[in-house]
């Protein structure tokens, strides 16, 4: 198989698959300014997106995670999973999900072979959850994360993004919930991607800041997050388990980026912060062959940056796949 790598060296096996813009929440920090989810009609088909997974996996991809928009908007979604599978040297495929269809798709997603869920819940108060996201939801939510536990869609990850005078009162309260469902509270630091500055400076809670919070009921007393790979740095917790804070924008985790992202059009993003670098759906719908689409993303990866820049992330969140 073969191995994928960038100009820094760094191995690139994980790909972020956006099946759809669209989502049934309306939260601030993900549409910004504007929502351009489009309509159904504009998502890629479950044969095109298949398509481009088995390129994608052909290239040493060995980890997707499906993501949105909401990807369970799409009533066709364990059947591109199931497709997915079926292609070697794919190790794991999960979804990032807003939690509202959960409840009642927990049992197809495990059957259809989704390893793991992570799921947004920002808030532990249904007011402050609706304010958040524009729906009367949380207990909806909720009752999605103990299907997912039922169904084995294990480990269960609950995200939150920490918004000052919003929600960072909450971070305790999400905690325990979390240890109370079986699942894993992990925080994360809002990016200005695609928002306002002025909002984004007002409303940014620091990872600094969220230790502080969570030390006591902490395991030990971290002066702060550890130095291990990945996004989510985890702490013990006093009572078992642990807890996950991502710092995306005060301890960035660029060194070690193993990802790359595909739009909810088809486009391929080299960065989170990054504009698309080359568009994989218009080449596949005009005939192009699998080698075609394989050489267009290893051009792509030459020119991975090697950090991200908040200062061109100008697309909202909504648009860029999570």
Do not use: H
Request: overall charge neutral; hydrophobic content about 40%; some cysteine.
């Amino acid at each position: 198989m073969e191995i994928l790598t960038d100009p820094q060296g760094r191995r690139l096996n994980s790909l972020r698959m956006s099946v759809t813009g669209r989502c049934g929440m309306g939260c601030s920090y993900c549409n910004a300014e504007t929502d351009d989810g489009g309509d159904a009609s504009e998502d890629p088909s479950i044969a095109e997106l298949a398509r481009l997974g088995g390129v994608f996996i052909s290239l040493g991809i060995e980890r997707i995670r499906i993501t949105g928009g909401e990807p369970l908007l799409r009533p066709d979604l364990p059947d591109l999973v199931r497709r997915l599978r079926a292609f070697p040297g794919l190790k794991e495929v999960a979804v990032t999900t807003n939690g509202l269809m959960l409840e009642t798709r927990a049992l197809e997603l495990k059957e259809a072979g989704v390893a793991r869920v992570n799921v947004s819940i920002d808030s532990q108060d249904p007011a402050v959850f609706q304010k958040l996201t524009g729906v009367d939801g949380l207990a909806r939510v909720k009752a999605g994360i103990t299907a997912a536990r039922k169904a084995g869609l294990e480990p269960v990850r609950l995200n939150m993004v920490v918004l000052r005078g919003v929600n960072d009162g909450e971070l305790p309260a999400l905690v325990e919930y979390a240890r109370e469902a079986g699942a894993t509270a992990r925080f994360i630091e809002f990016m200005p991607v695609g928002v306002d500055s002025k909002k984004w400076r007002d409303s940014f809670v620091p990872a600094s800041e969220m230790l502080d919070r969570l030390k006591p009921l902490l395991a030990g007393s971290p002066s702060g997050l550890p130095d291990t790979p990945g996004p989510a740095r985890y702490l013990p917790l006093a009572a078992g388990g642990g807890v996950g804070i991502i710092a995306g924008v005060s301890k960035p985790f660029c060194d070690e980026c193993a990802r790359l992202r595909l739009s909810p059009r088809g486009g391929l993003r080299l960065c989170l912060t990054a504009d698309l670098d080359a568009d994989l759906l218009g080449p596949l719908r005009a005939g192009a062959d699998d080698a075609k689409l394989a050489g267009l993303i290893r051009e792509s990866v030459k020119r991975k940056p090697a950090r991200g820049d908040y200062s061109q992330a100008t697309k909202p969140m909504s648009g860029v796949g999570g």
